[in-house]
T-cell receptor, first 113, second 115 residues
Framework: DAGVIQSPRHEVTEMGQEVTLRCKPI?????LFWYRQTMMRGLELLIY????????DSGMPEDRFSAKMPNASFSTLKIQPSEPRDSAVYFC???????????FGPGTRLLVL | AQKVTQAQTEISVVEKEDVTLDCVYE???????LFWYKQPPSGELVFLIR??????QNEISGRYSWNFQKSTSSFNFTITASQVVDSAVYFC????????????FGQGTTLQVKP
């Protein structure tokens, strides 16, 4: 069975550009999570969805970040405009239920120059 | 507020040694879940274990074992007879509440197993 799929795996962009990260959760999972990992802040939850509806976006750093889940098999995290401090590894995870185990994708390593 | 503390930033052992990774948590919830994840050098996050707050039985899976003690709010992870392939960053995590999917992660412990 396919796990969580993320694309791209690596992204290098210049400051001010729009960045779109993509995620396909495990089929049948109702919850989808976006995390960011940096050396300074560790792993932090940005936003999560239940049945395609955003439940908690309190971790989204600022208005430059937005996330959507148009259907059960696809989600995007967009940064516009990007800044060097957005450089991080972004993980997507999914779970059957809210408190069930979250399975993580391979991550997208973003570098903003 | 919920919090997870992994006081050991880095641990270095020689292959075949046993090693214990500490995890201490804080929560006001009576029902909660605890997790361990492994992040090898390749970068992915690999699920190891999930434990709910009502199950204090220790768990063993091969060379891995977990000791959950509610009295001390700890959920420690022991690797027996460590191997070089165990070298990774290990994260302990706590669910925020009994009904949400929000995970609070510790800062991680980097384990280096030398041959």
């Amino acid at each position: 069975d396919a796990g969580v799929i993320q694309s791209p795996r690596h992204e290098v962009t210049e400051m001010g550009q729009e960045v779109t990260l993509r995620c396909k959760p495990i089929s049948g999972h109702d919850y989808l999570f976006w995390y960011r990992q940096t050396m300074m802040r560790g792993l932090e939850l940005l936003i999560y969805f239940n049945n395609n509806v955003p439940i908690d976006d309190s971790g989204m750093p600022e208005d430059r970040f937005s996330a959507k889940m148009p259907n059960a098999s696809f989600s995007t995290l967009k940064i516009q405009p990007s800044e060097p401090r957005d450089s991080a590894v972004y993980f997507c995870a999914s779970s059957l239920q809210g408190v069930e185990t979250q399975y993580f994708g391979p991550g997208t390593r973003l570098l903003v120059l | 507020a919920q919090k997870v503390t992994q006081a050991q930033t880095e641990i270095s052992v020689v292959e075949k040694e046993d090693v214990t990774l500490d995890c201490v948590y804080e929560t006001r919830d009576t029902t909660y879940y605890l997790f361990w994840y492994k992040q090898p050098p390749s970068g992915e996050l690999v699920f190891l274990i999930r434990r709910n707050s009502f199950d204090e039985q220790n768990e063993i899976s091969g060379r891995y074992s977990w000791n959950f003690q509610k009295s001390t709010s700890s959920f420690n992870f022991t690797i027996t007879a460590s191997q070089v392939v165990d070298s990774a960053v290990y994260f302990c995590a706590l669910s925020e509440g009994s009904n949400t999917g929000k995970l609070i992660f510790g800062q991680g412990t980097t384990l280096q197993v030398k041959p």
